[in-house]
């Protein structure tokens, strides 16, 4: 069965800071897709990044750093100088092809404070 | 703007009510995925059609109906509600039928109230 875990439930950091949100799935698919999205204080769901499990190759984007780790099935995520505005539930999720096509399940998100 | 709507963006009901749900994709989107997020189960992937056509289930339950119509938007039925259907239900449109090469987006979302 797919899980997603993500152990911190909240995280405060004070701007500036780096900070690294931890993701650990589980499945039994060869073919799989790694998500982050972001749910800032107005509860809209902005897509990060997407992953998909040939590609071990971590990214970079801005501030915003992915490490995927096959061998340990973690899919971490990494702040940079962090920012008050990056203050958001951050949610880790895993599509696997099922029956007629892809099902995603989320971790139950990260909460991060990004102090002034 | 992620050029997905989503109406009405509130809705208060009472229990063993029905209510409609609807979603406009983004112009061009071909799938519309359905997600509920709640206190108890967090977000949870429902439903998504893709030009018409149930593509993949997740955890809907069997009072939870969807379809998607020919000018691709799509309504999301919950009938005989009770208390734990009180959430926040996201849609989200993509171009094609998998997550293998999409970026889905997002609509604001809309806030069921069950009393």
């Known amino acids: 069965a797919q899980k997603v875990t993500q152990a911190q439930t909240e995280i405060s950091v004070v701007e500036k800071e780096d900070v690294t949100l931890d993701c650990v799935y589980e499945?039994?698919?060869?073919?799989?897709?790694l998500f982050w999205y972001k749910q800032p204080p107005s509860g809209e769901l902005v897509f990060l990044i997407r992953r998909n499990s040939f590609d071990e190759q971590n990214e970079i984007s801005g501030r915003y750093s992915w490490n995927f780790q096959k061998s340990t099935s973690s899919f971490n995520f990494t702040i940079t100088a962090s920012q008050v505005v990056d203050s958001a539930v951050y949610f880790c999720a895993l599509s696997e092809a099922g029956t007629g096509g892809f099902k995603t399940i989320f971790g139950a998100g990260t909460r991060l404070f990004v102090k002034a | 703007d992620s050029g997905v709507t989503q109406t009405p963006k509130h809705l208060i009901t009472a229990t063993g009510q029905r209510v409609t749900l609807r979603c406009s994709p983004r112009s061009g989107d071909l799938s519309v995925y359905w997600y509920q997020q709640s206190l108890d189960q967090g977000l949870q992937f429902l439903i998504q059609?893709?030009?018409?056509?149930?593509?993949a289930k997740g955890n809907i339950l069997e009072r939870f109906s969807a379809q998607q119509f020919p000018d691709l938007h799509s309504e999301l039925n919950l009938s005989s509600l009770e208390l734990g259907d009180s959430a926040l239900y996201f849609c989200?449109?993509?171009?094609?039928?998998?997550?293998?090469?999409?970026?889905?987006?997002f609509g604001p979302g809309t806030r069921l109230t069950v009393l």
């Open positions: 499945t039994r698919d060869t073919t799989y897709y």
């Open positions: 059609y893709y030009n018409g056509e149930e593509r």
């Open positions: 989200a449109s993509s171009p094609s039928a998998t997550t293998s090469t999409d970026t889905q987006y």
